[in-house]
């Protein structure tokens, strides 16, 4: 057989000894097995899901009459998985309440879905109803639920930042974008001393600590967001000081060299 000497001995022998028949016989049982195993599995995760994240309260402070003890993403790191994943292994899932068919379905094979413009136009259509009345059909597609999803985040978003009146762009003097735009690969500015470094890790090990204490990733992304847009005022303005003081010391820099002197 080609192809298989870039393997060890011992496995390409194994993959020419392999026999059809045999490994049919073989892997039915195992599938079946692992396949009621895995519904079995995906069912306890899909009602901690639903239980967990439909939870109405707060985490921040234990002496609250709302304080919710247990968070989803705190009930898969006990189970040994990050929420991610969970939610990856969540996707092919319906419960049988949900599935028509009146069983746990694992769609291991997704149908093919042909994306044509009259598709699209029709689930973005259903998406604006959703929007406009609040209330889902039933028969509410996982793809239109995350198109659904992702424009209610876009909405909040926007009004989020329409409410604290932040700018989400600047019409003039963005030194902040000038400046990554300019520095290819950038990850940090070298500060000039080592103090200044250990200062800078420090606040750091603050945003970081701040940034953990979310458990919903929204919140937590949220506050990402809010800390980057302060972060950029902060440097535009800074940078904006410091072009007006060099603005003032070419045009006069006789007065600029006495006002420091005087200061001195």
């Not at 060890?8 to 020419?16: F, G, H, T, V, Y």
């Not at 000894?17 to 396949?35: F, G």
């Not at 937590?220 to 603005?247: W, Y």
């Amino acid at each position: 057989m080609s192809g298989l000497e870039n393997f060890p001995i011992a496995l390409a022998n194994k993959i020419k000894k392999w026999d059809y028949d045999k490994s049919i016989e073989k892997m039915r049982p195992l599938i079946k097995q692992w396949k009621k195993a895995t519904e079995e599995m995906l069912r306890e995760l899909y009602l901690a899901r639903e239980f967990l994240t439909s939870q109405k309260g707060q985490y921040k402070d234990p002496s609250g009459n709302n304080y919710l003890l247990h968070s989803w993403s705190s009930y898969c790191e006990e189970l040994g998985i990050s929420y991610q994943t969970a939610n990856n292994l969540l996707r092919p899932f319906t419960p049988k309440e949900l599935s028509g068919t009146g069983k746990d379905t694992l769609l291991l094979a997704p149908p093919m879905k042909l994306e044509t413009t009259a598709n699209r136009a029709l689930m973005q259509a259903r998406i604006a109803e959703v929007l406009r009345t609040g209330d889902r059909p039933s028969d509410f597609t996982d793809e239109e639920d995350a198109e659904y999803q992702r424009q209610m985040k876009n909405a909040k978003l926007a009004e989020i930042t329409e409410k604290c009146n932040v700018p989400t762009y600047y019409k003039a003097n963005d030194y902040f974008n000038e400046a990554l735009r300019h520095k290819k690969d950038i990850t940090n500015f070298k500060l000039e001393d080592t103090a200044q470094i250990q200062a800078q890790q420090k606040v750091f090990m603050f945003i970081d600590a701040y940034l953990n204490a979310f458990d919903d990733p929204e919140t937590r992304a949220k506050a990402a967001f809010n800390l980057a847009l302060k972060t950029r005022n902060l440097s535009n303005e800074i940078a904006e000081f410091n072009f007006q003081l060099l603005e003032a010391e070419t045009r006069n820099p006789r007065n600029v060299s006495q006002e420091s002197e005087n200061d001195d």
